[in-house]
Structures are given as structure tokens and as C-alpha cells.
């Protein structure tokens, strides 16, 4: 079996184990979504959804939270770290949303990246959670994930994941497949204990379930 084998064995395992699995940021306009995962570095995302309430209560909209200082909006985002860089990013980043693009998000992946605080992990987000276009989000859960199950090999920065899983996962699939392995990474293949392999949907196919490859067989991702 070789790795893109392996890539559609697992995403139909995790589809089938999590068929619902979307973003776990809430979001009903795109701006938010964009707002909240610059929030979610390094904080989780049950933390960010309820900081957020307060935030969209006093700011409903992209000009009045581009009007707001950084200084305003840190007051109301402190709870989720690195306040004072995240609220400067979210200041200037509405500001280019309310003056270049009429209150709108960009629907280009470059265009996304010129935004202050906005890298590919977010770009890949917004573009596929929010126009439902081709996307790889390189979290650290898929980061984790795909280095343990074999889709990478000892690969842990997140442009080169997400390069290596282009070349495995179809388009259609990725932005779901993401999602998928957070919800496993969380529920199962967990950084902070052993993963719980006895219980893991791919335990058969996973190298480091298997210990020595898929289906019992040395070298069998290649």
C-alpha cells in the first residue's frame, strides 16, 4: 500500500467515524471566522466561541470593529493570550476588509495571506469552510495525525504537510478531512496521552499502531 492508498483508506475510515465533522469555531459571516481563528493560536476553540460573544455583542460588524482601537478590542480578547498582538492583527486586518473590499472577505487564497495575521492555516480555512473551494488546514492535530498514521514521514512544518497532503488527498476531500482529524486527534490520537489505538477507526492501517507498517506488513507505506 502505498501512501496515497493509505490517504483514501483513511478518509473514508474517518468519514464514515465522524460524518458530521465541521470547524468547531462558531461563525455565521466570514469576517468572524477570520476574527476567530486568529484568536485560536495557542488557545482552544471552546475558549475562543465564548470570548467572541462579547466581542460581536459590542462590535456587530466589520466597520465598527475597523473603527474599534487595539487597545478596545484587546480589553475584550485578552482571555485568549497574546492579546496585544491578536488585537492589533484584528484592528488592521478589519480596516483592509472595511476600506479595500467593502466589508467583504477576499475569496483568493493570495489575497487572504496579505491580511495582517492571516498565514495559510487560516487562508485554507476560510477558503474552504467559507466558498468551499480545494483547502489543507495544517493544524497540530493534522500535523500529528498524518506523521503518525504514515502519510508524512517525520514532517512537522505545517507548509510542507500541507504540500505533502496535496499530492495524497483528492481536492474535494480535504477541507472534511481536516476537520476529521481534529475530531479524532481530540477523541482519540491525543498529544497530551497515548493514543488510544484499541479504539482508533485506522488502527490496521496506522504505522505506529501496526508498529511496522499496514496490514502487518514491513515497509508497506511507501
Not at 24 to 50: E, G
Not at 95 to 114: R, S, W
Not at 146 to 159: A, F, H, T, W, Y
Not at 174 to 193: E, I, K, P, W
Request: aromatic share 6%; charged share 30%.
Amino acid at each position: 500500500m502505498d501512501k496515497q492508498e493509505l490517504a483514501l483508506v483513511v478518509i473514508d475510515r474517518l468519514k464514515k467515524e465522524y460524518p458530521d465533522a465541521d470547524c468547531t469555531l462558531d461563525y455565521d459571516d466570514a469576517w468572524k471566522l477570520l476574527v476567530s481563528v486568529r484568536l485560536a493560536a495557542q488557545c482552544t476553540d471552546a475558549r475562543v466561541n465564548v470570548v467572541v460573544e462579547g466581542l460581536y455583542a459590542k462590535y456587530p460588524d466589520v466597520n465598527a470593529l475597523a473603527e474599534a482601537t487595539p487597545e478596545e478590542i484587546e480589553e475584550i480578547v485578552r482571555p485568549c493570550g497574546l492579546g496585544k498582538s491578536k488585537a492589533r492583527d484584528i484592528s488592521a486586518c478589519m480596516k483592509i476588509l472595511d476600506e479595500q473590499y467593502d466589508g467583504n472577505v477576499p475569496d483568493d487564497f493570495q489575497a487572504l495571506l496579505k491580511l495582517p495575521g492571516v498565514g495559510r492555516k487560516s487562508a485554507n480555512l476560510i477558503m474552504g469552510d467559507v466558498f468551499g473551494k480545494p483547502a489543507i488546514v495544517t493544524d497540530t492535530h493534522c500535523i500529528r495525525l498524518v506523521n503518525r498514521m504514515g502519510l508524512v514521514d517525520s514532517i512537522k512544518e505545517p507548509k510542507k504537510v500541507e504540500m505533502a497532503l496535496w499530492k495524497l488527498v483528492p481536492p474535494e476531500e480535504g477541507s472534511d478531512f481536516c476537520h476529521r482529524l481534529v475530531y479524532h486527534g481530540r477523541a482519540v490520537c491525543s498529544a497530551r496521552t497515548k493514543p488510544d489505538c484499541e479504539h482508533c477507526c485506522v488502527k490496521d492501517v496506522c504505522v505506529t499502531a501496526c508498529g511496522v507498517g499496514t496490514f502487518g506488513t514491513e515497509s508497506a507505506v511507501r
